[in-house]
């Protein structure tokens, strides 16, 4: 064990999903947090720092997995990590309520170099269940340091930071019990060890090695194929086909022992009452009810995002975004008026368009936020697998979709937690046709200027989309991404009471990455068009915007739409919500009010109803784009999207358009 | 030049091979989709088709597609039968994925002389259906007059195993997703002169009499069980994905809601199976049924955890009642 020479320490956390990792990593580092990938993979690496006495510690989140196994990138980005990188301790979290799935992982952690503190967190809802968890016994059983945590309540983090410090000086006496492979299965291992050779790459234990080649890793097993000569691997590879069932007899080893830690260290064993968890769940996932919830939950989120978004938002244009209008309009009275022009109609109003709908996005970001703190989400997932099979898809990828209500780009970046490509790939596809927020904002702005019952309108557009999706879904499945069954397999944690700080960071770190995304790409835009919309001569009606939009009026008239509309339209590529900000901007008016009539007289009502359909399938913003390419590691799939969407918006628009036409005359 | 397989250009052969796998109902096979599934252009195809036509291996009518002569299937089904021998060996004794498997098949079979091909036949122990469930042609050429039969043909309240479809794409794939694979077994409910109910594996699904028309099975009886084939004709356990749980013994899919059983083996593929066991599904562990409503996926409990699992994995999971051999079974 080295001794940093500087102070600092290299802690990485591990851990099963839903242990409260994240809370723990959370309390530990607040907001110097900072979220990347891990180099060339789509996984989240999230890292941040803080400090205890006169020590520094550098944290790093390894990704939440069962096992490290290498069935899955995050297993790898993990193990690889702790070989690779050798932090100075790893801090496995562990939820004492299962203490014996959780011991799992760490049984697996064992056998790697670094040196694992226990952090056994939840003891309070294991006490709840009649779970009586003595951790010095755990402790001396294991050999490792055991730290009793209730993260939510932030109790146990200075005696966890404190046992780091004795385990990284040497004070304490570091002597874990590595578990041993069932007897049955010793000698093969042995023999297993002997023929490794040469070929054990540095830094990785020889045993370690052995055991994975004998559960069947395919990491490891190509590289030793790679490296060995052809007689020692075929040997190898006949010891194997012996033990074809070896990832079984591993795994059951593996929880012997644990079953002997638990019998040590358990004092009392679980009173077998029903649980919360289980009395909700009689409700949450029931063939029916569990569907009326998740409707009603739904159904409440958007209430709650609009009835209590919209009066905020309209405070924030009336009196943030006007007043700033206004004195930005008097500090540039002397400055020419393109000046003037460029900061107040360009700037201040494409931004503040975008600004005051971010309690919109707050609001809804918070509500799924505390859903997923919760654990309700996993709930929805189960109700919907049903549905989503129809797709070719399992449960899992409802996740992303819903994540979908508020903005495109997490959704699409969500689709992570779906383990297949192809599922994976398919749910990417269909991501971009959730209604974001920032649809639903001009919806909700353009429906009153024209319909009775604007609610009926919104419902019916939302609708729409959720057909148009389903739709998709399965006509993609069926003709282009015919492929194999995808195992649904997902966790369905104990419920528990929300942690504000939790939700808080979550929702802070949507939002900023959207405010981000405001401050740069949207404020560009609206900028551009509005010099667009000025050159050459300073009005809008001879200006290039124009005539760009007059090329393609031909092909509006079947939409019923004129240029401006369709510069709109163009302009939502950006953002969503430019659109208004657009046609603010054409129109000629800031004002909202203003702005509503002007579009009654310049718009029937069908052709409102057929850019309403419109916008609301067109093809996702520049950001979303972006996270498509990213996510998928093709330009050609991110292109694949826009052309799909664009082809199925256009039909869309024509459609409602010729129908709305004829109906409503 | 065609009597001997041997002697024909490997293009020659995969030219047959493909086109004897792409007709359907003894319809021509469109040349686009020839073309496609060999990967040459269009062009190259009609070329190679008027010339495999002169030598009296296919009848090719223009716009129409090309079918296949006798002379020219008993070619096909020689590199038929060499090429499912080597994916029998490749994916049961090598334990090679499937489509890893198909690709070398699809290099050795031209390489493989007679001599070898049945001498491999004799190691593999004859085998009858390649991992997929697809006949092996016999060495003379014939396909097996195996007890297969289309579904249509078997009688409600009758079992058999489903073994391939070969009706149009969208319609197999449909039926793959109802749990219909290579290997599945199948119960007919009900018979009508419209359509067929079928149980598999605890879920009902309907099949229209056209459908079922074709869908290939063996029915119970004297037959060999499709798990069996790959079972005893290649030594070791064949590769997990063909071990389909067998009738007799009961899968968790088939758990009462709040009846309690213990694992006794996991099925399926390698990734499948170590996930299974991470998350705590090793042999001997209780299990708990949750809730199950013989449709759709259940939820279980396993080591003090709550999981959802489709019913296809539940499928997967063999159990046995509680309290027998307890703990002992693997050990």
């Known amino acids: 064990m080295t001794t940093p020479s500087s102070k600092r320490i290299r802690v990485a956390l591990a851990g099963q999903p839903n242990v409260g990792k994240s809370t723990v990593f959370n309390l530990l580092t607040g907001l110097s947090q900072h979220v990347g990938n891990w180099p060339g993979k789509t996984v989240e690496q999230k890292s941040g720092t803080c400090s205890y006495r006169e020590w520094t510690f550098d944290l790093i989140d390894l990704p939440g997995t069962y096992s490290l196994s290498a069935n899955s990138p995050e297993e790898l980005v993990s193990r690889d990590y702790i070989i690779r990188e050798k932090p100075d301790v790893v801090v496995a979290v562990l939820d004492a309520s299962a203490l014996e799935r959780n011991l799992y992982l760490v049984s697996e952690l064992l056998p790697l170099p670094a040196p694992v503190i226990v952090a056994l967190n939840m003891v309070d809802v294991a006490e709840q269940q009649g779970l009586k968890i003595e951790p010095h016994v755990l402790e001396a059983a294991l050999g490792v340091p055991v730290v009793p945590l209730i993260a939510t309540k932030g109790r146990g983090i200075h005696e966890l930071l404190a046992r780091i410090q004795d385990v990284v000086c040497g004070t304490v006496e570091y002597r874990p019990n590595i578990p041993s492979i069932r007897a049955d299965h010793q000698s093969v291992l042995e023999q297993i060890e002997a023929l490794l050779g040469d070929c054990i790459p540095a830094d990785y234990p020889r045993t370690w090695v052995a055991l994975k080649i004998l559960e069947g890793d395919k990491q490891l097993t190509a590289m030793l194929r790679e490296c060995l000569p052809a007689s020692q691997w075929s040997q190898i590879n006949n010891i194997l086909r012996q033990h074809e069932d070896a990832c079984l007899a591993v795994a059951s080893g593996r929880y012997e022992w644990i079953g002997r830690m638990i019998r040590a260290a358990v004092f009392k064993p679980r009173s077998g009452q029903i649980t919360l968890t289980d009395q909700l769940d009689r409700w949450a996932t029931h063939p029916f009810w569990g569907l009326a919830i998740l409707a009603g939950i739904l159904g409440g989120t958007f209430w709650l995002t609009y009835a209590v978004g919209m009066p905020l938002q309209r405070l924030i244009d009336r009196y943030i975004v006007h007043t700033a209008a206004v004195l930005a309009g008097h500090t540039l009275a002397s400055t020419p008026t393109w000046v003037t022009g460029l900061v107040v109609n360009g700037m201040i109003n494409g931004v503040g368009m975008v600004v005051s709908f971010f309690p919109i996005l707050a609001i809804f970001f918070a509500v799924l936020g505390t859903l997923e703190d919760v654990g309700y989400m996993s709930r929805g997932a189960y109700v919907m697998d049903r549905f989503m099979h129809w797709m070719g898809l399992h449960g899992k990828s409802f996740l992303p979709l819903f994540l979908g209500f508020g903005c495109n780009v997490p959704a699409v970046m969500g689709t992570r937690v779906i383990e297949s490509e192809r599922a994976r790939l398919l749910t990417i596809l269909i991501a971009p046709l959730v209604p974001c927020t920032a649809r639903m904002a001009v919806v909700a702005f353009l429906a009153p200027a024209f319909f009775s019952a604007p609610a009926l309108v919104s419902w019916g557009l939302l609708a729409v989309n959720l057909l148009v999706l389903a739709l998709s879904g399965v006509l993609i499945n069926k003709v282009f991404l015919k492929g194999e069954h995808v195992a649904f397999i997902m966790e369905l944690p104990l419920y528990h009471l929300p942690s504000p700080r939790t939700i808080g960071l979550i929702t802070g770190q949507r939002l900023v990455s959207f405010l981000r995304k405001a401050g740069t790409v949207i404020l560009t835009v609206s900028v551009i068009v509005w010099v667009l919309s000025t050159l050459p001569h300073g009005d809008i009606e001879s200006s290039l915007l124009a005539n760009f939009g007059r090329l393609l009026e031909p092909f509006g008239k079947w939409m019923g739409l004129d240029w401006r509309m369709i510069v709109a339209l163009l302009s939502s590529f950006v953002a969503k919500e430019n659109a208004i900000a657009t046609l603010g901007v054409l129109f000629g008016t800031a004002n909202q009010v203003r702005l509503t009539t002007l579009l009654r007289s310049a718009l029937t009502p069908a052709a409102a109803l057929a850019f309403l359909v419109v916008q609301m399938l067109f093809i996702p913003c520049v950001a979303t784009v972006g996270a498509i390419k990213q996510e998928t590691n093709s330009w050609r799939w991110a292109m694949v999207s826009v052309l799909f969407l664009l082809v199925v918006s256009l039909l869309g628009g024509v459609l409602t358009y010729q129908v709305a036409s004829r109906l409503l005359h | ?331």
């Open chain 2, 1 to 331: 030049m065609t009597d001997s397989t041997g002697v024909l250009s490997e293009s020659v052969q995969m030219y047959m091979v493909n086109i004897l796998r792409l007709a359907k109902h003894g319809q021509p096979v469109p040349l686009s989709q020839l073309a496609a599934s060999l990967d040459v252009s269009p062009i190259s195809a009609n070329q190679m088709c008027r010339k495999l036509q002169d030598e009296g291996l296919v009848i090719y009518v223009p716009y129409k597609g090309v079918s296949i002569t006798p002379v020219g299937e008993q070619v096909a089904m020689r590199v038929l039968r060499r090429h499912r021998l080597w994916e029998v060996f490749l994916v049961g004794n090598l334990r090679m994925e499937w489509a890893e498997a198909h690709e070398t098949a699809c290099r050795l079979e031209h390489a493989t002389p007679d001599e070898v091909i049945e001498r491999l036949d004799a190691f593999l122990g004859h085998p009858r259906v390649n991992p997929q469930g697809d006949p092996i042609p016999a060495a003379t050429g014939a396909l097996p007059a195996a007890a297969t039969r289309t579904l249509a043909e078997l009688e409600a309240g009758q079992r058999g195993w489903y073994l391939r479809c070969t009706g149009d794409e969208a319609a197999c794939s449909f039926l793959a997703g109802q749990g219909l694979r290579p290997g599945a077994e199948l119960h007919v409910v009900v018979v009508s002169s419209e359509s067929l109910l079928l149980d598999i594996a605890g879920q009902n699904v309907a099949v229209s009499r056209a459908a079922a028309n074709t869908i290939q099975v063996e029915p119970d009886g004297r037959s060999v069980d499709p798990a069996q084939v790959h079972t005893q004709s290649v030594e070791e356990p064949a590769p997990d994905r063909f071990h389909q749980p067998q009738s007799t013994g009961s899968t968790l899919s088939t758990l009462g809601v709040g009846q309690s059983a213990v694992i006794e083996d996991l099925h399926g593929g390698h990734g499948f199976r170590s996930r299974l066991a991470a998350l705590g599904f090793t042999p001997g562990t209780a299990i708990t049924m949750v809730r199950n409503l013989r449709r759709g996926p259940i939820i279980v409990s396993v080591r003090d955890t709550r999981i959802a699992l489709g019913r296809q994995e539940a499928q997967q999971v063999l159990i046995r009642p509680e309290g027998r051999d307890h703990d002992n079974a693997k050990q």
